[in-house]
Structure formats: structure tokens, C-alpha cells
């Protein structure tokens, strides 16, 4: 899509006769994370540094329509801002829709949007993957992902590569990946496989360096089939030895890796809990694999000190 075209989009979206007057000229400059939006009757300057900032502009402008002049230079306070779209409750959002976010966020100035899916994703292998869930196909993924960047909002694969995966596990032809009912069985070559399909199917849709591999709330990871097959084995150890495995995938797809964190601290918290604000022991983040970012996650807290604490927890890291 050509700049000029997109621009158009996001004027019908703000109102087209709101800018039909106006003279707008944009200018991209190198200085990181920059925006300024100039007015003089009806000329009318956007500078910025990246793309988002661009139709933010436009929305300023819009909120601005009846002073005929100013200078608004924006404090850009974050090289990345978005949020993540929960694609795996009940059937996915359509495409269109998720193509008029991606532009509201642009218009907010956003830059980034995680496309969750568990199992709401085809691979041609797997064909039970999505089942009924009316999965999306590569071409849908592509058609968001380049929308996206036509309006500067970088589209990162979110997937799961270990526990939250009881509907794509449910079916006959699957049970043989699992551990549990919705966690997949560590230290499997099967499984591996999978997962390498998970991952070789991301890097052909997006195309960011960055992918979100969850591995959150996978509680009852080694408790189940693998428990019978070799006994009980220390669980942070065989969640990081599964990590292990799943960041080579990463790697072997140029992906840059993170995880939600939340199992280091269960793992290692008596009451199985994740925001008890104890630090992380040190025998644990000595094999927390260096190559993996931590992604704290939280919705339920509203106390500073809570999210202090557990920043400073996740800082004991190097992740």
C-alpha cells in the first residue's frame, strides 16, 4: 500500500471533510522517537521519526480542527507501545477487524500488536490444529501483518509452546503430544516437532525478529504422562530444559524469544503463587536460559509496591 493511500484510509476513518481544507505536508526525520505537529491556517507540518507517529499526528489534528495555529511537539516516552489481542476465546476476530484496530492504534500512535493464538492458526501437518475454531490461514495472517505495516504497527506472533493448549490437544490424533490435558509432553522428539511447526509457520507470516512463546500457568507440566514414563523429575529443571529446546527452534527461525514469567516464581513459591514478591533464588536464575525475555504479567494488582517488588524480582534476572 502506498503512504499517500494509507494516509487517505485514516482520514476517511477520522472524517475526510475535516481535512479536505487542509495543506498537509509530512516530513520524516531521523531523531528517534519524535513527533511534532505545526499549524498555520491551513498549512499544516507532521514531522516524526516513525511511521504510528505519522497518523497520530492526523488524530491530533483532528482534535485541534478549530485552532488555526500551534506547534504540539510530543514527548515520546516508549520505542514500543500496544497491547495483545486475545485471538483464542471461542472462534478468532475477523480479518477486517482486526485491520481497523491495527489503524486505531496507529492513530493512538502504537507501534505494536501480539496476535495471541494457542491453537487459532493452520499447519498444513496438522489439520486438527484450529479445528473448528475457525483458525486462521497464512494468507489471513499476511494480509494483517502487512496492513500493519502500512501504518507502522509491527504484528508479533504470540503463541504457546508448552501448557494452554487443551483445544488444540482435545482431539484423537493429538494425544499423543500431550503431558496433560493442556500442557504438551517435555523431552518428546514428536513434540518437537510440533513446535518447530509452530514456530516455521510464524516466521513465513511475520515479520518481526521478536516472537512471544508463552509458557504460562503449564502447572501441571511433568505430572502426568511424563511422570509415568520417567518419574517425578525437578520441575524448574524440566521447564528449562524444555525452554532450551524451543529457543533453539527460535534461533534456527532468526525469532527473538520471550515467555511469560510467571512459572519461575510459582515453581519456587510454596503456595504455588505468582505475586508473593519473593525474589527468585539463585540456583533458579542461574539457569534461566540468557536468551529468553521475561514478560511480566499482572491483572489484578493496583498497589505501586506490589508492581515495584516484582519489577525489582525480574531485574535479579538478565532477562
Known sequence: MELNYAIKIAEQYLGEELFASLNIKYNQTEQNDYLKVSRKGNDVVITYSRLSSLFR?????????????????????????????????????????????????????????????????????????????????????????????????????????????????????????????????TDNEEVYELIEDMIKTSRECFYSEDIHIGMDEAFTQGLGRYMKEHGFTNRVELFCRHLARVIKICNKYNFKPMIWSDMFFRLNDKNNEYYSCEPLPEETIKIIPEQVKLVYWDYYHNEEEIYDKMIINHRQTKN
Not at 485552532?67 to 476465546?89: A, C, P, V
Open 57 to 185: 499526528g492526523l488524530t491530533y489534528i483532528k482534535e485541534n480542527i478549530e485552532t488555526k495555529e500551534y506547534e504540539k511537539e510530543f514527548n515520546i516516552r516508549f520505542k514500543t507501545d500496544g497491547l495483545m489481542l486475545d485471538l483464542s476465546r471461542n472462534g478468532v476476530m475477523k480479518v477486517e477487524n482486526v485491520k481497523e484496530l491495527i489503524l486505531v492504534q496507529a492513530l493512538m500512535g502504537q507501534n505494536r500488536l501480539l496476535l495471541y493464538t494457542e491453537d487459532t492458526y493452520e499447519m498444513e501437518k496438522y489439520p486438527y490444529w484450529g479445528y473448528l475454531r475457525g483458525a486462521y490461514s497464512k494468507e489471513e495472517i499476511k494480509e494483517m501483518v502487512n496492513y500493519g505495516k502500512d501504518f507502522g504497527v509491527e504484528l508479533i506472533p504470540c503463541i504457546q509452546t508448552l501448557g494452554h493448549l487443551a483445544n488444540g490437544l482435545k482431539w484423537g490424533p493429538m494425544q499423543k503430544y500431550k503431558d496433560t490435558d493442556d500442557v504438551l509432553l
